[in-house]
Each structure stands twice: as C-alpha cells, then as structure tokens.
T-cell receptor
Framework: ETGVTQTPRHLVMGMTNKKSLKCEQH?????MYWYKQSAKKPLELMFV???????ENNSVPSRFSPECPNSSHLFLHLHTLQPEDSALYLC?????????????FGQGTRLTVV | AQSVTQLGSHVSVSEGALVLLRCNYS??????LFWYVQYPNQGLQLLLK??????LVKGINGFEAEFKKSETSFHLTKPSAHMSDAAEYFC????????????FGSGTQLTVLP
C-alpha cells in the first residue's frame, strides 16, 4: 500500500463509451501525475498537476481529459478511445522539493478498448 | 535535458546468483536517481534513491546501487537473486531543485531461473 489508490483496477470499454479513471492520494502531496504504460514501450508521462493546476500536457490527444478538483484527487476522463489506447494507466503523486522528488504510484488501471 | 538508458531489456540469472541491472544517465546538473520495481499488473514501488549523500545506496529487499559520477552510472545490484525478485525494474532521474517530475528508462525485465 503506497497511499495512492486507483479505481477501477480493470476496465473494458467500447470505442464509443465514456468512462473515468479515479486516483486518490492520502499522502498530503501537492503534485499528481498520469502515466501511460503500453507493452514494450517506456513509461509515458501524460499530465502533471501542481497545486491543482495543470502544468504539463505532453501532447496527449483530446480524447483524454484530466481533472484535478483538489490536491488529493485526480481523474482521467475517457471518450471515443481507440484500441491503441489500451494500456496500464498509472497515477502517481509527489511532494517535489529540493530534497525529495520521488513519486509514489498507485497500482494502475488496466484499460482495454474494444 | 535529462535522460536514462537501461542496457538490456531482459536479464536472466540463476537463483542465488548476482543480479546486476545497468543504468546510465545524462543530466546537465548533479541528478537525483531512483530505482523502481514493478510486479505484474502492479504499480511501481520505490527500491532506493540517491540524493547526493552517500554514493552507495541501500534499498529494500537486499538491493543496492552505486552512484558513479565519472561513469554517469547508477547500476543496481543484489548479491544473491531470489525467485521473488522476478519483476521489471526501472531506473529514473530527476533534476533536483526544479521540482521536475521523473524521467524513466525503458525498463529491464529480470527473470530468475531455478
């Protein structure tokens, strides 16, 4: 248990569906992240939020829409996805300071787009 | 810009043998360095980190890593492999003081043979 909880753990959705992934952290961190992990590819950073403000969007298609209502919660809204979007989506949080930049990860949501 | 190269996407060792997973980094400033482990369908768990204190860092599960500035390396070792060490291992770098997020290597899959 890392203090970062992701739900659901598994999700199967059709290309016309709309769904949301949820991430919650109880570590008092100010930064939260979404990563995509596809088979045989490096971890891809998708979005970064610092103090609830989005500070990075790494050229992610608009069919992925993040939301950070407060510093403890992060959502990833999904709509009209493609089969190549099937992957493990990881949420992480950190308290980025001069002394400490390590990230704590949730267990991920395994997404399958059919 | 910072980057991480992990040499060898797959490493196999016999149970009881030495584990050596290689990581080289590129950074314009003295970096912070991390090793994470990922078990199947799980998130990433921090094994150890280097933050400019001792160059030999001890982590969980008997792993350790040595920061070698002259070689720009941060290789992960364990004297005696256990079956439970089979997992994917990721090296990561961050730029201290700028609150940057982590940059990950592409990962090394460790197989432990009986």
């Amino acid at each position: 248990e890392t203090g970062v909880t992701q739900t659901p753990r598994h999700l199967v959705m059709g290309m016309t569906n709309k769904k949301s992934l949820k991430c919650e952290q109880h570590l008092g961190h100010n930064a939260m992240y979404w990563y995509k992990q596809s088979a045989k590819k490096p971890l891809e950073l998708m979005f970064v939020y610092n103090f609830k403000e989005q500070t990075e969007n790494n050229s992610v298609p608009s069919r992925f829409s993040p939301e950070c209502p407060n510093s403890s919660h992060l959502f990833l809204h999904l709509h009209t996805l493609q089969p190549e979007d099937s992957a493990l989506y990881l949420c992480a949080s950190s308290q980025p300071t001069v002394l400490n930049t390590e990230a704590f990860f949730g267990q991920g949501t395994r997404l399958t787009v059919v | 810009a910072q980057s991480v190269t992990q040499l060898g996407s797959h490493v196999s060792v016999s149970e009881g043998a030495l584990v050596l997973l290689r990581c080289n980094y590129s950074s314009s400033v003295p970096p912070y360095l991390f090793w994470y482990v990922q078990y199947p369908n799980q998130g990433l768990q921090l094994l150890l980190k280097y933050t400019s204190a001792a160059t030999l860092v001890k982590g969980i599960n008997g792993f350790e890593a040595e920061f070698k500035k002259s070689e720009t390396s941060f290789h992960l070792t364990k004297p005696s492999a256990h079956m439970s060490d089979a997992a994917e291992y990721f090296c990561a770098v961050s730029d201290p003081g700028s609150a940057r997020q982590l940059t990950f290597g592409s990962g090394t899959q460790l197989t432990v043979l009986p």
